[in-house]
């Protein structure tokens, strides 16, 4: 069962503008929050994270947001850089790292 | 140059052949985990490791088998039971096996049963 869901496989956006990578998860004991970023023969690497009595989260260009109520957050950047262009991997556990549950993926791609 | 080393990149077997990859991490951690990707699915847990000499299934573990005698190095045997063992493999580990340490990946080896 798929209690972590990234429904958009591909995203494409130009230079400059923001990305949204949104993602929806069903289990109400997640409490922290991860996306990864992977590039093509690469493994995932960690980018940002957000634990849940928290709502949002910034590094530089990159803002994770969480909306528990809904059971959704989304990963933002803003400006879009080509060089952002990889798959982004949502991430949800409860108390161990043993009961992570990762997103499908979504595939980015920031045009010049 | 600490990190997460997996061999090969890519592995080609047989049908009905068990085949070893290779996971070896420099980074002192405790926690060690493998990961099975297909195509359109998240990373799926295989098995995991909070100790040395100590591991426990994970949700797919049927048709695999790991070994932790050592602190750096957390070998996964994929035995002629798996069913569909064509897959992306990923290794983890982390600094233990609690929350808010994120995990750290491998570059991950392809496997392609014949």
């Excluded at chain 2, 990373?43 to 591991?55: A, G």
């Amino acid at each position: 069962d798929q209690q972590v869901k990234q429904n958009s496989p591909s995203l494409s956006v130009q230079e400059g503008r923001i990305s949204i990578l949104n993602c929806d998860y069903t289990n109400s004991m997640f409490d922290y929050f991860l996306w990864y970023k992977k590039y093509p023969a690469e493994g995932p690497t960690f980018l940002i994270s957000i634990s849940s009595i928290k709502d949002k989260n910034e590094d530089g260009r990159f803002t994770v947001f969480l909306n528990k109520s809904a059971k959704h957050l989304s990963l933002h950047i803003v400006p879009s850089q080509p060089g952002d262009s990889a798959v982004y991997f949502c991430a949800a556990t409860g108390y161990n790292n043993n009961d992570m549950r990762f997103g499908a993926g979504t595939r980015l791609t920031v045009k010049p | 140059d600490g990190g997460i080393t997996q061999s090969p990149k890519y592995l080609f077997r047989k049908e009905g052949q068990n085949v070893t990859l290779s996971c070896e991490q420099n980074l002192n951690h405790d926690a060690m985990y493998w990961y099975r990707q297909d195509p359109g699915q998240g990373l799926r847990l295989i098995y995991y490791s909070q100790i040395v000499n100590d591991f426990q299934k994970g949700d797919i573990a049927e048709g695999y088998s790991v070994s932790r005698e050592k602190k750096e190095s957390f070998p996964l045997t994929v035995t002629s039971a798996q069913k569909n063992p064509t897959a992306f493999y990923l290794c983890a580990s982390s600094i233990d096996h609690r929350t808010y340490n994120e995990q750290f990946f491998g570059p991950g080896t392809r496997l392609t049963v014949l």
